[in-house]
């Protein structure tokens, strides 16, 4: 069982892709990867933009396409604030006193945001693909694997103080990475080497800058989410295990698209290695 010449024979893989707002970005780098070796997953999970990178990477986008749609998006601050103005509130009334971004609607943004090439229904994905929600009111992960595609989507990545909550049958769902923030438990039994990505990260000290109350906020959840993490690890590890140098970016710093790309571009050729390094493991036992 080798991987050569952009070609993998031997072990199936399965991809967790975890949440983490902008810093989900480095995503691409690791579906490039995957693309390069001639990886074709049997089945991805995903967490908030884990979910949204992983149904695109479903949907048959590979990486390079993927980076380019973002680009062309991410890399032209017109272009976002174009695309935010046509997902503003739709009524006046939730317009009075300015427009703040937790009025928007996630399922709004991801209308104006997200390729066309995501489609409207888990079925008409190429991979099979498991998205975790969290389930306010029920207090449990919720995981969507059929149905309305854009809806799982929506419910994943509504980030609490970010965006509103998602409501669908007399439900409230928030962002999926609150109970799941790397579902590589979900792939396990469904592939012989299974991949996990975590781009939570973790509060950074910022030299002479005292954190906000925001930033507490923020660095709270990702602390919280590393520690739901940490014991998911010791109980059904993966067997890849990615975590790119994603620290110093904020949940919604995806303008900084180019600086990310760029610091994070070691995982490629780390997931890479990785990789032979598995396969090797395999043939071997």
């Given at each position: 069982m080798t991987v050569e010449?952009?070609?993998?024979?031997?072990?199936?893989?399965?991809?967790?892709?975890?949440?983490?707002?902008?810093?989900?970005?480095?995503?691409?780098?690791?579906?490039?990867?995957?693309?390069?070796l001639g990886i074709k997953p049997v089945a991805i999970?995903?967490?908030?933009?884990?979910?949204i990178m992983g149904a695109g990477m479903a949907a048959g986008m590979t990486g390079a396409e993927i980076e380019h749609y973002a680009r062309s998006i991410l890399s032209r601050r017109a272009e976002v604030v174009g695309r935010m103005w046509s997902a503003r509130p739709e009524t006046l009334a939730a317009?009075?006193?300015?427009?703040?971004?937790t009025q928007f609607s996630i399922e709004r943004i991801?209308?104006?945001?997200?390729?066309?090439?995501?489609p409207k229904h888990f079925g008409e994905l190429g991979i099979p693909l498991q998205v975790t929600g969290t389930d306010y009111y029920?207090?449990?992960?919720?995981?969507?694997?059929?149905?309305?595609?854009?809806?799982?989507?929506?419910?994943?990545?509504?980030?609490?103080?970010?965006?509103?909550?998602?409501?669908?049958?007399?439900?409230?769902?928030i962002d999926g990475g609150i109970y799941?923030?790397?579902?590589?438990?979900?792939?396990?039994?469904?592939?012989?080497?299974?991949?996990?990505?975590?781009v939570v990260g973790a509060p950074q000290q910022a030299a002479g800058r005292k954190p906000t109350s925001i930033d507490l906020m923020f660095g709270a959840t990702q602390l919280l989410m590393q520690s739901i993490i940490a014991h998911k690890?010791?109980?059904?590890?993966?067997?890849?295990?990615?975590?790119?140098?994603?620290?110093?970016?904020?949940?919604?710093?995806?303008?900084?698209?180019d600086t990310l790309m760029s610091e994070t571009a070691s995982i490629k050729d780390e997931l890479k290695r990785a990789v032979e390094a598995a396969v090797k493991a395999?043939?071997?036992?």
């Open positions: 010449a952009g070609r993998t024979s031997g072990p199936s893989f399965a991809v967790a892709f975890g949440g983490g707002g902008a810093r989900g970005l480095a995503h691409i780098h690791a579906i490039q990867a995957l693309d390069e999970a995903g967490s908030s933009i884990g979910a317009m009075v006193g300015g427009l703040r971004v991801l209308h104006a945001f997200l390729p066309h090439r995501i029920g207090h449990h992960v919720a995981v969507f694997t059929e149905g309305d595609l854009r809806f799982a989507l929506a419910a994943s990545a509504a980030i609490p103080a970010v965006f509103s909550p998602v409501t669908r049958d007399g439900r409230t769902y799941n923030p790397v579902p590589f438990d979900l792939l396990h039994g469904k592939a012989d080497i299974v991949i996990a990505v975590d690890l010791q109980r059904c590890p993966p067997d890849i295990l990615l975590r790119p140098s994603v620290s110093k970016f904020r949940v919604l710093d995806f303008l900084k698209i395999k043939a071997a036992a």
